[in-house]
């Protein structure tokens, strides 16, 4: 949350130049205050985990929100029972003609199909397109970021030779971002995909900038500039043993996987994993929650 002080206090100066959100009292006193109204498109298999990892993020914040949860109705997941999405889900049907602060577009295990392939990419197109003049910022979390960059600005995936998979170093591209305010200049992110999105495609669209990367991982946060769309390759939000459960999946079908990497001590399966990247998930969702959602969004919703 922003510091609101006098002014003139010396402090703002020096606290502006250093990143931290000081709100003026003018400004302060002009602002009007009302509960957000946040969407997420959840397109997982295992919707129920999704939705606990995502929340557990985005209510560790002052700001009261509204969740409305969309599931796509053009696909019948097997993996979430049915009476959970009757219950507790919308489609896009229901909330077409509304307008979001934010909305949370979750990865999706379909990263090896062309987008074309994926059954519901239709209705996704449809979504994506309502996104950029109904919601005031939009994120797109790993699949979901492929997804958005393909369909908005024709960036391609592709596969890469061996899964990206573990806890990987990525530092901070540019200073004075907000998405990226008290971040540490080292920190730590989970990956977990067969699929890449190159530097060289994004540099070719203008407005799209590059706001953090890894020596190992590649891109990590793609944003359109003024930050109504931001594109995240990692899986910050994961549970600690989240990775484990995808390794011990693969292993016991058989498949040839390798260990995570920097996940486990030692690299040993049967110890418990260090959990390096909560504080890291925590501030990029509050930092999105704060700076581009609530400090942006029209008091009057229909204004977005
Ligand atoms: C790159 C990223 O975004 S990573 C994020 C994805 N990560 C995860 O999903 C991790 C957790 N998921 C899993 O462990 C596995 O997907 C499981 C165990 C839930 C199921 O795996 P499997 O039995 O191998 O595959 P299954 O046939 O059930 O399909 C898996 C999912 O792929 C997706 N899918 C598969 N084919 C299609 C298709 N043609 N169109 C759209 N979605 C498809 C669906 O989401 C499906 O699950 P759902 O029907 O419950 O929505
Ligand atoms: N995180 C995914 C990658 C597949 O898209 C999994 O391991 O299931």
Known sequence: MPIKI???????????????????????????????????????????????????????????????FLHPKTH???????????????????????????????????????????????????????????????????????????????????????????????TVNKLNVKLLRGFDDEFFVPHSRHTEIRREDIEKVPCLEILSESIDSGVYIVALKGGRQVFVTGHSEYDPLTLKAEYDRDISRGIDIKV????????DPSKYPMVRWRGHATLLFCNWLNYYVYQETPYNLEQV
């Open 6 to 68: 006098p002014d003139n206090l010396p402090a703002a100066e020096i606290l502006n130049s250093e990143n931290i959100f000081v709100m003026s009292e003018e400004r302060a006193f002009h602002q009007d205050i009302r509960p957000l109204k946040i969407v997420i498109l959840n397109l997982m298999p295992t919707k129920i985990t999704t939705e606990t990892q995502i929340l557990r993020l985005i209510g560790n914040s002052p700001l009261q929100l509204d969740i409305v």
């Open 76 to 170: 019948l997941s097997k993996n979430t029972p049915y009476e959970h999405l009757i219950k507790f889900y919308n489609t896009f049907d229901d909330i077409r003609d509304q307008k979001f602060d934010g909305m949370i577009i979750t990865g999706a295990p379909v990263e090896q199909m062309a987008f074309e392939e994926v059954n519901y990419w239709n209705e996704l197109k449809e979504i994506m397109t309502w996104s950029y003049t109904n919601v005031t910022s939009t994120l797109h979390i790993c699949w979901g970021a492929q997804a958005g960059l393909y369909f908005h600005y024709g960036i391609p995936k592709y596969a890469l030779g061996e899964k990206m998979f573990g806890i990987f170093s990525h």
């Open 260 to 267: 995570p990497k920097n996940y486990f001590p030692s690299d």
